[in-house]
């Protein structure tokens, strides 16, 4: 077995959350390392936690030689408050991370984008998701895998209006989504999080992007 190490940015949210649970419990991964804006609060031998400013991440450079890079990083426009706040979570830094941790020998770079992901999209989301998505693809990252979930279940903190709506409408209507529409049904936030633990011990290089169904599928 690997010695590997894993970087996990996104560690609070409700993807990195579970994802970070898996990594800890996993015996692939004997160092776990999460950067945070504040400390989570969670102790174990294999994690190593570093309260950082997102804004400068080119000084924690010492954080960024790991194997696998876990990015679960994203906001809201309402969190956020500006188109240029939101591009600086969902798609700077993650880019900042791919380019840094590339640069620093990472052979695997795994990402939360989503369903409708369209660089040329009119929707600024998913224009920035595409966007994300297309840039990752220039930094020349020898493994790179794309996950493009569909709408998140899972227990929040916050309350999301609009996503809970969602999820009621979607959990009963769910027998609709069959055939082609496999993809726009919603999708738990643990399962996104083991599809991508599970993409990072297959040794495949290459770019590889996955819809909600195949994410589900490989959950
Ligand atoms: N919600 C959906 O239905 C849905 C559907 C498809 C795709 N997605 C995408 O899936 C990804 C994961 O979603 P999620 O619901 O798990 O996210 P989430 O629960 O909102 O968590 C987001 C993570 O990003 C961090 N973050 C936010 N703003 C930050 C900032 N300014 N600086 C540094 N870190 C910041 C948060 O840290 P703090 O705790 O410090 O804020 C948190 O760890 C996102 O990219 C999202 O766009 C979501």
Known sequence: MENKSALLVGASGLVG???LN????SPEYTKVL??????LGVKHPKLEERV???EDLAQYKDCFKVQDVFCCLGTTIKKAKTQEAFKRVDMDYPLEIAKITSEMGAKK???VSSMGANPKSTIFYSRMKGLLEQKLTEVGIGSLHIFRPSLLLGDR???RF??????????GLSFIFVGSLKKYKPIKAKAVALAMYKAAQRNEEGIHTY?????TEMS
């Not at 999460?34 to 400390?39: G, M, N, T």
């Not at 819809?211 to 994410?215: D, F, G, Q, R, V």
Request: overall charge positive; proline content about 3%; glycine content about 8%.
């Open 34 to 39: 999460i950067l945070v804006r504040k400390p």
């Open 52 to 54: 950082i400013e997102f």
């Open 109 to 111: 770079f795994l990402v």
């Open 162 to 171: 609009g996503e809970k709506v969602s999820g009621f409408l979607t959990i």
């Open 17 to 19: 959350g579970k994802l």
């Open 157 to 159: 903190k916050e309350f």
């Open 22 to 25: 898996f990594l800890l419990a």
């Open 211 to 215: 819809l909600s169904n195949e994410i």
